[in-house]
Nanobody
Framework: QVQLVESGGGSVQAGGSLRLSCAAS?????MGWFRQAPGKEREGVAS???????IYADSVRGRFTISKDNTKNTLYLQMNSLKPEDTAMYYC??????????????????WGQGTQVTVSS
């Protein structure tokens, strides 16, 4: 089992920045961030392998940066130039079955409880 605990959410004005963190309790091969806004489906934001290979959704590429500290088993999401449409609950996810990554929600076996990000205009 892998337990994931997110932190770092909050409220910010458009154009601002936030950094999310996700601490994992066990070994993982791929970790990712997802988000879900009210009334919308869960959307993959970004993922990263232990080797540092990343995948980004088109909606965040160039504004968000995913990274991972393998020594601390902690995942990060640096979010810059935030927009009101980035408002959502953000979830951390992990997989330990594959050495490659995806931003499809069905790929991941372990999920955190989520942290709220609210961007006001």
């Amino acid at each position: 089992q892998v337990q994931l605990v997110e932190s770092g959410g909050g409220s910010v004005q458009a154009g601002g920045s936030l950094r999310l963190s996700c601490a994992a309790s066990g070994y993982t091969l791929c970790m990712g961030w997802f988000r879900q806004a009210p009334g919308k489906e869960r959307e993959g934001v970004a993922s990263i392998t232990n080797a540092g290979t990343t995948i980004y959704a088109d909606s965040v590429r160039g504004r968000f940066t995913i990274s991972k500290d393998n020594t601390k088993n902690t995942l990060y999401l640096q979010m810059n130039s935030l927009k009101p449409e980035d408002t959502a609950m953000y979830y951390c996810a992990a997989d330990r079955a594959n050495s490659w990554c995806s931003i499809g929600s069905g790929f991941f076996s372990y999920w955190g409880q989520g942290t709220q990000v609210t961007v006001s205009s």
